[in-house]
């Protein structure tokens, strides 16, 4: 068998050519865009599956030097804490609130179901959780997170397991979405509302039209870097306590009160354009990385228990969004639309929400408060309570 071993350098240039060949499938395969699959998704997984076949022939392997794979991961989880402004949440109004404790309730459901589920087909509980709300909500940022620290804690191959989750999750999201809504715009014979009276805000991300240059580019890096350093600190002193949680946390905690402490200042303002393009390019080389090391021949032992669970988390989806979510959003147009958009990030990511409702809005109307609840809530805050509703399930059940 062959064996190769890259470096940290090789291992960069690797996953940006696997990040291209993504960005290059996205394009061209019309099933990787329907359903919205990441582009570092696309690329990793047909690696991955070069690596499974070296695997089966026993003709060859390579290892990677995974030491920027957990640096940017920390940065990125950063830049999601720079994300949760109060302001923007009070500003959204009760019906942002609303959805976000609906989705807050739903990522304990789907760590309870799961977890419960593996229980009964004597696996460990621990596996529930993988395919959880970690892939679910979290989608592949979040399950390539996490993953290790379930290896940690005694999951075995846990980041395969994740992984592998979200991507099944990516593609039942948007395929339930659209039916779900359109079934509940038909039985309950809803219409648009030609006159909306509420003021659709806008993220204070699309406020600032600032034009990239070096200076806002260099103080952005160093907020994150500011955030980085003192989170690894609030991380240590938490660990102290026993409690097991990513190592990303104290830097989400410390992004999150500077967005807040600094928000409204002309000082020392946060870059939050600059930050968010930051975090995209640590996601794109995270996820490329993390699905590079994909061991796909883990799952096999596994796929009786992961099939059953996995369906259950979508049957869970369908029904909450159609009998929760439908009806504390106020069981209107609106609220169809929004039982759409979660059943899409509900089980994968937020684009493929978008993609959901875009879908129906073009057949059924327009939903301006929907595409607004949507990202806000699920783009900016949901990953922070997930997180912590995560780390509680993984310290009940070690």
């Not at 690329?43 to 599956?49: I, M, P, R, S």
């Not at 499974?52 to 030097?65: K, Q, R, V």
């Not at 907020?223 to 609030?234: C, E, K, M």
Request: net charge neutral; charged share 10%; proline share 3%.
């Amino acid at each position: 068998m062959v064996f190769l071993e890259l470096n940290l350098a090789e291992t960069l240039g690797f996953s940006i050519v696997v990040l291209y060949l993504g960005r290059l499938l996205v394009r061209k395969v019309f099933f990787l865009n329907k359903f919205c699959i990441p582009q570092p998704v696309a690329g990793g997984l047909v690696f991955a599956l070069v690596a499974l076949l070296g695997n089966i022939t026993n003709t060859f392997t390579i290892a990677f030097d995974t030491t920027l794979q957990t640096f940017f991961m920390l940065c990125f989880f950063t830049t999601v804490g720079f994300g949760a402004s109060l302001n923007v949440l009070k500003r959204g109004g009760i019906d942002v609130a609303k959805f976000l404790a609906v989705a807050i309730v739903l990522c304990i459901l789907q760590n309870a179901v799961g977890a419960g589920a593996a229980a009964l087909l004597g696996e460990n509980p621990l596996l529930g959780v993988a395919v959880g709300s970690i892939p679910m909500t979290g989608g592949h940022g979040t399950a390539a997170a996490f993953g290790p620290l379930l290896e940690k804690v005694g999951l075995t191959s846990a980041s395969t397991i994740a992984v592998a989750a979200a991507t099944f999750g990516l593609i039942s999201g948007s395929l339930i979405g659209g039916p779900t809504a359109r079934k509940l715009i038909v039985k309950n014979k809803l219409a648009f509302n030609t006159v909306n009276p509420e003021h659709i805000l806008q993220d204070d991300l699309q406020k600032d039209s600032t034009v990239l240059d070096t200076q806002h580019l260099c103080s952005a890096f160093f907020q994150i870097g500011i955030a980085v350093g003192i989170g690894s600190i609030v991380s240590e002193v938490i660990a102290l306590t026993g409690f097991t949680m990513p190592a990303y946390i104290g830097s989400m905690i410390v992004a999150a009160c500077m967005r807040n402490i600094f928000n409204e200042t002309t000082r020392w303002s946060i870059r939050t354009v600059e930050i968010n393009a930051f975090g995209e390019l640590f996601l794109y080389i995270f996820l490329s990385q993390a699905l590079m090391n994909l061991r796909l021949w883990e799952l096999a032992d596994l796929a009786f228990p992961l099939l059953v669970i996995l369906g259950l988390q979508v049957i869970l989806m369908y029904l909450y969004a159609k009998y929760c979510t439908f009806t504390v959003m106020n069981k209107d147009y609106d609220a169809a639309v929004i039982a759409a958009g979660h059943c899409g990030f509900g089980l994968g990511a937020v684009p493929n929400g978008i993609a959901n409702m875009s879908a129906i809005t073009e057949k059924y109307g327009p939903s301006p408060k929907a595409f607004f609840i949507i990202p806000v809530a699920g783009a900016l805050f949901i990953d922070f309570f997930n997180s912590t509703i995560i780390v509680m399930f993984i310290n009940f059940l070690k």
